[in-house]
């Protein structure tokens, strides 16, 4: 025989809960639950309903011979929701890295070739520099072979 009582009595004592508490939240005296637990009092609809959203069950947990409370269909599609959010935030933090990783690569690439271009500009100057630097020495040369030519 399922009695609602005993239901409520093993659902307490798991999660470590007073009787004073449960009467509070059902709005009765301590009495009164002590007298449910024992089976002397019935729960009414309401306080059925009441238990059955503070402890996340089904209200048919307190009538049912498998002494196993079941997760009510919203709590279960919660849980759901739950797992795919948490899968979707590890799923776009993933993808969050790849293309910050990918950005830093463009980044640096750019750099690089920023650089690159840079240092063929500095370099061509420096071949001009040299260039001209050459010409002036071989007019001087040209100049003091004709000197000594002389």
């Given at each position: 025989?399922v009695n609602?009582?005993?239901?409520?009595?093993?659902l307490?004592?798991?999660?470590?809960?007073?009787q004073?508490?449960?009467?509070?939240?059902?709005?009765?005296?301590?009495?009164?639950?002590?007298?449910?637990?024992?089976?002397?009092s019935?729960?009414?609809?309401?306080?059925?309903?009441?238990?059955?959203?503070?402890?996340?069950?089904s209200?048919?947990?307190?009538?049912?011979?498998?002494d196993?409370?079941?997760?009510?269909?919203?709590?279960?599609?919660?849980?759901?929701?739950?797992?795919?959010?948490?899968?979707?935030?590890?799923?776009?933090?993933?993808?969050?890295?790849?293309?910050?990783?990918?950005?830093?690569?463009i980044?640096?690439?750019s750099?690089?070739?920023g650089?690159?271009?840079?240092?063929?500009?500095?370099?061509?100057?420096?071949?001009?520099?040299?260039k001209?630097?050459?010409?002036?020495?071989?007019?001087?040369?040209?100049l003091?072979?004709?000197?000594?030519n002389?």
């Amino acid at each position: 025989m399922v009695n609602p009582g005993d239901k409520l009595r093993q659902l307490r004592q798991k999660g470590n809960i007073k009787q004073t508490t449960i009467a509070h939240l059902l709005e009765v005296s301590q009495g009164k639950i002590s007298s449910i637990e024992k089976n002397s009092s019935p729960l009414n609809t309401k306080q059925l309903l009441v238990l059955a959203e503070f402890f996340k069950i089904s209200p048919t947990y307190f009538f049912e011979t498998d002494d196993s409370p079941k997760v009510s269909e919203n709590e279960e599609c919660l849980k759901r929701i739950q797992a795919i959010l948490t899968d979707f935030k590890q799923t776009s933090e993933n993808f969050k890295q790849q293309l910050v990783d990918k950005n830093t690569i463009i980044t640096l690439q750019s750099l690089h070739v920023g650089k690159s271009d840079e240092m063929v500009k500095s370099l061509e100057l420096k071949v001009g520099r040299i260039k001209s630097e050459m010409k002036t020495l071989k007019e001087e040369v040209t100049l003091l072979r004709s000197i000594v030519n002389v």
